[in-house]
């Protein structure tokens, strides 16, 4: 099923300009936009999202530099073009292990407490970490259960930091 799910989304990939820069643009450097948004949101109003953007940060790193590196090490796996013929437009180390998904588990965990402090931003951020996630598969350096795996972390991780900082940072 991962295999066909992936061949559905990455056959496209490398057969359409625009399609493949946009691909390019939210796999690779649409998460800036979406860092720089954050702190201008904390810049504007320091008082209102401070909390949001401490926990958002901690659980983006906890999701990405913890959780996911465990599941890598323990379960590692090969990304799509190392055993298999794909359409690659993306560049990526093959020695890394693709399963979870580092960005997916990171900008899911952003989105999930972002939701809970602002419904709005929180929507906007899980369409850009789907985003995000599914140009990685459309490029050809993911899986579609490692995004879905790493979506899972991130959704995980957003929810345990927003829940210890409620019962422990109460104001």
Same mark, same amino acid.
């Given at each position: ?23 390019? /643009?939210?796999?690779? @450097?649409?998460?800036? +936009? ?14 209102? @999202? ?65 939701? +809970?402090?602002? =419904? =709005?931003?929180?929507?906007?951020? /899980?369409?850009?970490? /789907? ?31 927003? =829940? ?5 940072? =109460?104001?």
């Amino acid at each position: 099923m991962d295999f066909y799910l992936f061949n559905l989304i990455n056959q496209f990939a490398g057969k359409n300009a625009c399609l493949n820069s946009m691909a390019i /643009f939210f796999a690779e @450097y649409f998460q800036y +936009f979406i860092v720089l948004l954050l702190i201008l949101l904390l810049a504007v109003n320091y008082r209102k @999202y401070l909390r949001m953007a401490i926990a958002a940060f901690v659980a983006a790193v906890f999701s990405r530099f913890v959780v996911a590196e465990i599941i890598r090490f323990i379960l590692p796996r090969s990304r799509p073009f190392v055993e298999n013929k794909v359409n690659v437009i993306l560049q990526h180390s093959a020695s890394e292990s693709s399963f979870p998904s580092g960005h997916a588990s990171f900008f899911f965990a952003l989105a999930v407490v972002a939701y +809970f402090y602002n =419904k =709005k931003l929180g929507i906007f951020l /899980f369409i850009s970490a /789907f985003l995000i996630s599914i140009s990685r598969v459309f490029g050809g350096i993911h899986w579609p259960s490692d995004i879905l795996a790493g979506a899972i972390v991130g959704i995980f991780s957003g929810w345990l930091v927003v =829940k210890l900082t409620k019962r422990f940072l =109460k104001s």
